[in-house]
């Protein structure tokens, strides 16, 4: 199975910083079928990101995704106070699919 | 509203088995597949299996082959585990995946665009 590892584990950052997530593959993820997901304390996991690039709907421009083969990035431009949460990548393009660890975006 | 409501909280002896719902609203419910997600205490997200609503055509993690069932009727999607061991104590969601795009010679088609609706997670506490 194809493993995500993401970096880094936690980000300290402050409102209306850059935050920049990393998520690499153990080998190359076909199509770039990778996804981001957003997951607050108590709530279930919101799609941000799908196919490395699109935007979900309703999404905010401020998020966005790059990256194909075995290195996916999502870039949330300038952080508002609502970003603060756990960040999730998926790779589906190979079964089973798989996640990373997670990325915490904490307040510094 | 497009939406999937999940039933309620369980707890289960070990050795026993779960059933957990899935109901479907505000959409077509068979025009997509659904996956299923369970995510154990602090831990990460744990992909367990996909099904087609569309035929029933299921993919399994294999780590949980022989122990899961997935299956749906009119509107809603089921997950049944059994043979329940203290490491199944997680949240199990449910999330809408894949939208059906027609039906070939080959099989149906599904175009997979991430897990774009999720329900609202049921808690399964294993214990004795």
Redesign the interface.
């Known amino acids: 199975e194809i493993v995500l590892t993401q970096s880094p584990g936690t980000l300290s950052l402050s409102p209306g910083e850059r935050a920049t997530l990393s998520c690499r593959a153990s080998q190359s993820v076909s199509s770039s079928y990778s996804a981001w997901y957003q997951q607050k304390p108590g709530q279930a996991p919101r799609l941000l990101i799908y196919g490395a690039s699109s935007r979900a709907t309703g999404i905010p421009d401020r998020f966005s995704g790059s990256g194909s083969g075995t290195d996916f990035t999502l870039t949330i431009s300038r952080l508002e106070p609502e970003d603060f949460a756990v960040y999730y990548c998926q790779q589906y393009g190979s079964s089973p699919w798989t996640f990373g660890q997670g990325t915490k975006v904490e307040i510094k | 509203q497009v939406q999937l409501v999940q039933s309620g909280a369980e707890v289960k002896k070990p050795g026993a088995s779960v059933k957990v719902s899935c109901k479907a609203s505000g959409f077509t419910f068979t025009s997509y597949g659904i ?1 299923w ?1 369970r995510q154990a205490p602090g831990q ?4 367990m299996g ?1 099904i087609s609503v569309y035929n029933g055509n299921t ?1 399994y ?2 780590k949980l082959q022989g122990r899961v069932t997935m299956t749906t009727d009119t509107s809603t999607a089921y997950m049944e585990l059994t043979s329940l061991r203290s490491d199944d104590t997680a949240v199990y ?1 449910c ?1 809408r ?1 894949g939208a059906f795009g027609g039906n070939y010679p080959s099989g149906p088609l599904y175009y ?5 609706v ?4 049921t808690t399964v506490t294993v214990s004795s």
Request: aromatic content about 22%.
């Open positions: 996956s997600v990460g997200l744990e992909w996909w993919n993690a294999q969601y999330a995946e997979f665009h991430g897990m774009d999720w329900g609202q997670g």
